[in-house]
């Protein structure tokens, strides 16, 4: 008896949502399949890299290959241009950590027009990264959605208790996607999907942030979770989980021990820069092989080596 | 396909002997169906039965057992495709390459450098487990040479090989150590089969496309060598998951026991010296069923980041990963150093003990046994209560060990201080906060 695998696409698929606009614009999800499944059918589109860029441009490059990579740009819109010159980018995450009030407290205004004048510099797609504060944030992604009207942004993100304000101003008024953050499970992240459908943001402008961990520090419930929602979509055609899902990698991997503690602490270890690379590679491509329709990261020869790893795959 | 429960009962003897230790035939056969014991627990099967049971409550996938004494290694016994679906059982392991073609300096620079991968993470040894021995086609002495310092690496082997004599040759050398030996393809299958069933080794079985592999361990099946792991290794990345899912797929999900077998992903070949692309192709395939990832020369940066992600992917859904309780001295705590307590769920103990080596204070961490719960959840089941915490004071000896009468609680449980308090006279209790990533700030008033 020859061998006859049986083919497993699916009749449902995840909604294919474009970011930007213009000639760079994105498209992610669309798929059919369990990611890079390929031999079950084709994958509708590739899965998409973003670059994390913190407001606090250069100052915020811990590692020396990230400095070199961005070498001689004085502000965020110089590096924005130069993220434009490196491999395997589709879109630009503006991280906004300089707006936490517990930190450097830059004013709403500050940070839109600072989105603004990137969106001026980029044709690339605009993925806004809040502080991790409710109130802040809310009003930034209201601010930023209404001053980047036309530019087909993504607010990360809206959650559970500002899931109406940010969905009204920037999934509704302004016509943006909204990412739906949940805390890394199946039925958080549903819930959230259907309430943002009742306010009235349509399904197709929703994109899901169903949380973050690095490989090592409980990284088995986001992969359990993205193993599940998948399932779910795709086996089971539950609409209200056919959203992209994209994963923010970056800030999780570069905040654990292994790829914070000095040389001089565990020389055994290895080079630093070394060791943070392996976290985000690691990471990102568990990500993409649990579901990610984009990842966001920092370091660009992790970002080299996910690009490759995801054109060998398509 | 699976029997019932009451399908394998109508087979059973119906004594109702409870020799087997269950209280009736029925449900010892209601155990047998879900896969919880093993039919022969039960003396009393009719030769009829057995037979017919035999095969269908065999498990779809076979466990492999490889290597001997501390390098002894079970690869496979896999039961569902996700971990959710109910947990994974053997986690996949590492080797990495050494070659016929590389000169002894080098062999042993790679043997040295594998070695130094070695620590211990949340309980579990964490090291490199193969040696994988590449044949380059320069002559079974050569390899014979290279496989008798691979013998001598205290690490299980895996012989890349598929030339018969050189494979014979070597098996010679390190057979004692119970090693794979990975080189069967459509064309030696015969010969290679016999060469593995004569040492007594596990045979691996590659080909040019997943079809071929199938024809092959077909013929190999047939020809009763069911010991045998899948190379599944293909030209590129892409095709080798096609073959890696394929395999696992077709086993499980279509229950074809032909696919049963653990498999072999060599990295080395589809990524060559590529470490940071078999990084993500490791990462890949630990989610995507490789029993063992060959790489070049494995890192210890990548090691770290590869055995964490092994680590929570093979963890039981159903068990939390726990640490030991006890006193963690952290950044060089002394007795005269502060108190934090927490529970001993891993990943609670992650991000606390992860903030405070960032604040570099002195903080002796107190861990206590929460059956591996979260702060929260282990104060809603009781298992984190001032009394708990006062018998892990008596237990631990903490009012002898440590001087400081500062004891940090966390902030999610500041309704426990009174009782605390009243459970450790002398002790000053503290509310700290209520997420880890506020400890860094919130330390600095306490040292």
Known sequence: MAFNPKKQAFNASINAVTLGAGEKSTVIGGENTLPFYTFDAPMANSPKIALEISDDGMASLQMPGMKAAFEGCASVVDMVKKAEELHGISAICLHFEGADPNGENKSVEECVALAKEVAEATALPIIIMGCKNIEKDAEIFNKCSEALQGKNIVVLSAREEDYKSVGASAGMAYNQKVGAESAVDINLAKQLNVLLCQLGVPAQSIVMNLGSSCVGYGYEYLSSTLDRVKA???????????????????????????????????????????????????????????GSDLVIMKHPAAIETIAKFIDSLM | MALTGIQIFKLSPKKNCKECGSPTCMAFCMKVAQGAVPMDKCPYWSEEAKATLSESTAPLMKTIEVGTGSNAHKLGGETVLFRHEKTLVNRNLYAATICSCMDEADIDAAIASMKKIDYERIGEREY???????????????????????????????????????????????????????????????EMSAIATAAG????VGG???????????????????????????????????????????????????????????????????????TALAAMFTLRYGSIIVMGAPTYAEALALYGLRQNIYTDPQKPMKVEPGIYALNGADENSVCSLTVDFALTYFLVSGEYERSKAPVNLLITDASGMSVLTAWAAGKFSAGTIKKFFDEYDI?????????????????????????????NVVVGPMEAVQLVKFIKDYV
């Open chain 1, 232 to 290: 779910a979509a795709l086996a089971q055609n539950d609409q209200q989980l056919q959203m992209p899902i994209v994963t923010p990698v970056s800030t999780e991997t570069w905040n654990v021990k292994e790829a914070m503690v000095s040389e001089e602490e565990v020389p055994e270890w290895g080079s630093l820069e070394e060791r943070g690379i392996e976290m985000e590679i690691a990471t990102a491509a568990a990500c993409l092989t649990g």
């Open chain 2, 128 to 190: 490199v487990e193969f040696l994988f021995v590449n044949y380059a086609g320069n002559g079974a002495d050569k390899y014979v040479a290279v496989v008798k310092k691979a013998a001598e690496a205290d690490r299980a082997i895996i012989l890349n090989c598929s030339d018969a004599e050189a494979a014979k040759a070597a098996l010679e050398v390190c057979k004692a150590g119970k090693p794979i030996l990975n080189g069967a393809n459509k064309d030696n299958a015969a």
């Open chain 2, 201 to 204: 080794v596990t045979l691996g």
């Open chain 2, 208 to 278: 040019a496309s997943i079809e071929e592999i199938y024809d092959t361990v077909k013929a190999l099946e047939a020809a009763g060598n069911k010991n045998l792991v899948i190379d599944v290794t293909g030209a590129d990345a892409k095709e080798t998951l096609k073959n890696a899912v394929l395999v696992r797929r077709t086993n499980l999900k279509d229950q074809d026991r032909s696919m049963g077998y653990p498999s072999i992903v060599n990295l080395e070949k589809v990524a060559p010296g590529d470490l940071h692309m078999q």
């Open chain 2, 399 to 427: 009012e002898n060990k440590v001087k400081s009468r500062t004891l940090i609680i966390p902030g999610k449980v500041a309704v426990m201080k009174g009782e605390i308090e009243a459970k450790l006279p002398g002790w």
